[in-house]
């Protein structure tokens, strides 16, 4: 291959427009073409970006042999059918999250791709953000201690899907980030949602997941608030590290602060107090980047250079399976639907970048 990745762009929503005009920035790539089924989204890419080829139909772009790889961000319902099609025809596959919306049709499109030798990524956008890096950091190198337990917040009013619910729109986001963070996939979760705004699918959601025997996490969603948030917060026996995406000055703030349960009985509540840490509140630097970009980069540099994706296939396929263990569990009514692995644990962030660079 070449040292110029020719791209194509099958989607041109508010998300496809964004990856035509970051590829079209890149040294390392051309933008060889645009789908989308609405045509005025295409006159403006036809506008924007004069040359660029455009057409109403991904089966085009299966055939074209200018073509290396493919960034889809059509419906998640649509995703496995474009997918599957584009990877039979050996190209290269940025696809957004969630991957598919079902178990089996992401291990299909896992196994496809490794059978094609092509690669396969998935829009897991989070786990490019800089404010992510730096409380995965601080995880790695044994700063928070031991992690009791995460929890996200991502609410707003809208945007409302019409293919899938608030859980598999909003936390998916916040699965990823709680693996990636973690090292690990969760062994049950539970959830509960409602469908407040009548429609038929669960527009709040409340997930609660089990990494380990001491290890939990919690998500709440919503498409019914109209007080937007996206927040992460790590809490350990060491610190607390709080990841606020929406926040212009201050992305992380970490505080020293912390408490360890006493192996024996303290004798007076003064003694109860020595198990308790206290320190400062710091909000860390952070080097200024655009996440999309990132991935984008990271993308790229996977298929040159013949890299394994961070966000590969089997990540966003373990996405895909707690989502659908978090469906089970909506329709029991809250009950613990539990998830078996194998042998699969997540590598650290170094491990995963550098598995096939070598």
Not at 328 to 341: D, K
């Amino acid at each position: 291959m070449s040292h110029i990745l020719r791209v194509a762009i099958v989607g041109c929503g508010y998300w496809g427009m964004n990856y035509v005009r970051l590829f079209s920035e890149m040294p390392e790539t051309e933008v060889v073409v645009a789908c989308d089924r609405v045509t005025d989204r295409l006159h403006e890419i036809a506008r924007r970006f004069p040359g660029v080829k455009t057409t109403t139909q991904a089966d085009d772009i299966a055939l074209m042999d200018d073509v290396d790889a493919v960034i889809v961000c059509t419906t998640a319902t649509t995703h496995y059918q474009v997918a599957r099609h584009l990877l039979e025809a050996g190209k290269h596959l940025l696809i957004e999250k969630p991957l598919t919306t079902s178990a089996a049709d992401a291990e299909d499109l896992v196994r496809l791709a490794e059978a094609r030798g092509v690669k396969l990524m998935v829009g897991h956008v989070f786990l490019f953000n800089p404010g992510v890096e730096k409380v995965k950091t601080y995880i790695e190198q044994g700063d928070v201690g031991q992690i009791y337990y995460l929890h996200a917040r991502r609410t707003n009013l809208g945007p409302i899907r019409q293919d899938v619910n608030a859980i598999w729109d909003l936390a998916t986001h916040d699965i990823s980030i709680f693996n990636y963070l973690l090292n690990r996939t969760p062994q049950w979760v539970s959830a509960v949602g409602s469908r407040v705004l009548g429609s038929s699918r669960e527009d709040v959601g409340f997930v609660a997941l089990g990494y380990s025997p001491t290890i939990r996490g919690h998500i709440h969603v919503s498409w019914a608030d109209p007080n937007k948030v996206r927040e992460i917060v790590v809490v350990g026996s060491n610190m607390r590290i709080a990841f606020d995406d929406l926040s212009a000055q201050e992305k992380v703030r970490v505080y020293e602060k912390g408490i360890v349960s006493s192996i024996i009985e303290p004798a007076s509540y003064g003694e109860y107090h020595l198990s308790i840490r206290d320190g400062s509140i710091i909000s860390p630097y952070l080097k200024i980047s655009e996440p999309l970009k990132n991935q984008a980069r990271h993308f790229v540099q996977c298929v040159l250079d013949d890299r394994q994706p961070l966000s590969d296939g089997r990540n966003g396929l373990d996405v895909v399976r707690v989502l659908e263990a978090i469906d089970r569990s909506l329709n029991l009514n809250g009950a613990p639907v539990e998830l078996e692995w194998g042998e699969r644990v997540y590598a650290n962030r170094e491990e995963a970048l550098a598995r096939t660079a070598s």
